[in-house]
């Protein structure tokens, strides 16, 4: 949608960012409990949730001394499971309002191209984008729609912080008055919406930047010297990996930064002095892989998706395969089963699993990542097997010269001690 944005057609395209002030706190509850009636919620539910979302009360400090308890008029508790749900809920009716007038031609479409179904809008709690002709008469009505909106659900549109994106093909008189009806601040890409960056053009590693060093900091907030290699490698799996996992799934990221976030990967492992990294004692190549291939179970950015397998399931000789494949019939009803999973249930990890590209076995890894073994332990093992410990042969094999013998046999360290 936002790629199109400049694409020539009458009236120019616009793309209006709304930001709710206080959206939580602005609810009120009256229209929140006709919302719920009109979509034929049962009265048990109805009186419940009405229980849940008036029951909280507040007290105030002045000057160290407690005040008398008062109850809330209107919102919805930050924190609370059902929040977003009851208010997902709620704007259902700002949803069906903009659908109703684009559908009914009152509001001309932004630019689609033939035969996709209409996007009007996103939206998320309290995060809305709205994609509309720019013509004055449709704005104004757009305009119509977000206050018929604020009046029934008490809820306050943030002029100061929502903004509109006009197509550069829309003159300057035409922005102006664009400007003025809506009251918002025109806006400049890129711009993040929910946590992925937005840009009419092509995607460069500076817009990417924040990632990076999103994961710097939180890298520089943990001391090196208090963790075992055991504990990084923990943090590293369900921790620093999982950051860049959403970015990299909604936008193709440039190779550089997914480097620069593997290059911070690994330097946590293996640790640093004073701003030096240590020796890496292992390849990248073969750290990202699963601990049944010798690998430590860490995700390679690069690799996380076998392409040629992807391709492969949706090809054409699958389909022409799963068509032709004959299903025999049974009673009862049919269920979606996840063949790689042993109990049929589908997860990321599986899929993974499933669709990346696997190496040779190693026979020993159950032994080194035993459950009953610490962390510290199974990563010492482990490098062991590999070679990788700091002994005196393989620090040579660095290029650096040092004085040591073992103490038991009074010969140079080798991986064998």
């Given at each position: 949608?936002?790629?199109?944005?400049?694409?020539?057609?009458?009236?120019?395209?616009?793309?209006?960012?709304?930001?709710?002030?206080?959206?939580?706190?602005?609810?009120?509850?009256?229209?929140?409990?006709?919302?719920?009636?009109?979509?034929?919620?049962?009265?048990?539910?109805?009186?419940?949730?009405?229980?849940?979302?008036?029951?909280?009360?507040?007290?105030?400090?002045?000057?160290?001394?407690?005040?008398?308890?008062?109850?809330?008029?209107?919102?919805?508790?930050?924190?609370?499971?059902?929040?977003?749900?009851?208010?997902?809920?709620?704007?259902?009716?700002?949803?069906?309002?903009?659908?109703?007038?684009?559908?009914?031609?009152?509001?001309?479409?932004?630019?689609?191209?033939?035969?996709?179904?209409?996007?009007?809008?996103?939206?998320?709690?309290?995060?809305?984008?709205?994609?509309?002709?720019?013509?004055?008469?449709?704005?104004?009505?757009?305009?119509?729609?977000?206050?018929?909106?604020?009046?029934?659900?008490?809820?306050?549109?943030?002029?100061?912080?929502?903004?509109?994106?006009?197509?550069?093909?829309?003159?300057?008189?035409?922005?102006?008055?664009?400007?003025?009806?809506?009251?918002?601040?025109?806006?400049?890409?890129?711009?993040?919406?929910?946590?992925?960056?937005?840009?009419?053009?092509?995607?460069?590693?500076?817009?990417?930047?924040?990632?990076?060093?999103?994961?710097?900091k939180k890298v520089a907030g943990w001391k090196f010297q208090l963790l075992s290699q055991g504990g990084r490698l923990i943090l590293l799996q369900h921790v620093l990996s999982s950051l860049p996992l959403h970015i990299i799934l909604v936008i193709n990221v440039p190779k550089v930064i997914l480097d620069q976030i593997n290059f911070i990967l690994v330097n946590f492992l293996w640790g640093e002095v004073d701003g030096k990294r240590k020796l890496h004692w292992r390849a990248w190549s073969k750290i990202f892989k699963s601990t049944n291939e010798g690998g430590l179970g860490l995700r390679d950015l690069h690799k996380a998706w076998n392409v040629d397998l992807l391709n492969e399931l949706v090809g054409e000789a699958i389909t022409k395969e799963i068509v032709q494949t004959k299903i025999p019939r049974h009673n009862g009803l049919d269920i979606y089963v996840w063949k790689p999973s042993l109990d049929g249930r589908f997860t990321t990890a599986i899929a993974w699993d499933a669709t990346r590209e696997k190496g040779d076995q190693l026979p020993w890894h159950k032994w080194f990542w035993n459950k009953s073994l610490p962390k510290k332990v199974s990563m010492c093992n482990w490098r062991a097997w590999f070679q990788s410990l700091a002994t005196y042969e393989r620090v040579q094999n660095k290029g650096i010269s040092l004085a040591s013998v073992c103490d038991c046999c009074v010969l140079k360290e080798k991986g064998e001690h």
């Open positions: 949608m936002v790629h199109t944005l400049h694409k020539k057609i009458l009236g120019g395209n616009v793309m209006l960012k709304i930001d709710m002030a206080k959206a939580y706190d602005q609810v009120d509850w009256s229209f929140l409990l006709e919302v719920l009636k009109s979509f034929d919620f049962s009265n048990i539910f109805y009186n419940l949730i009405g229980e849940c979302i008036k029951s909280p009360w507040f007290y105030v400090t002045m000057n160290g001394t407690f005040k008398d308890f008062f109850q809330s008029a209107q919102g919805l508790q930050q924190g609370d499971p059902l929040s977003p749900y009851l208010f997902i809920i709620m704007e259902e009716v700002l949803t069906r309002l903009l659908r109703n007038f684009f559908e009914n031609g009152r509001i001309d479409r932004f630019t689609h191209p033939v035969g996709v179904p209409l996007v009007c809008h996103l939206l998320y709690t309290d995060d809305l984008l709205i994609f509309s002709n720019g013509g004055q008469k449709y704005i104004k009505r757009l305009v119509e729609i977000l206050t018929t909106y604020e009046r029934w659900s008490s809820q306050k549109i943030s002029r100061e912080k929502s903004v509109i994106f006009p197509s550069k093909l829309i003159n300057l008189t035409q922005k102006r008055e664009l400007l003025r009806v809506t009251c918002f601040k025109e806006g400049h890409f890129h711009v993040i919406y929910l946590g992925a960056p937005l840009v009419t053009g092509r995607l460069t590693s500076r817009i990417i930047d924040p990632l990076v060093e999103k994961i710097r």
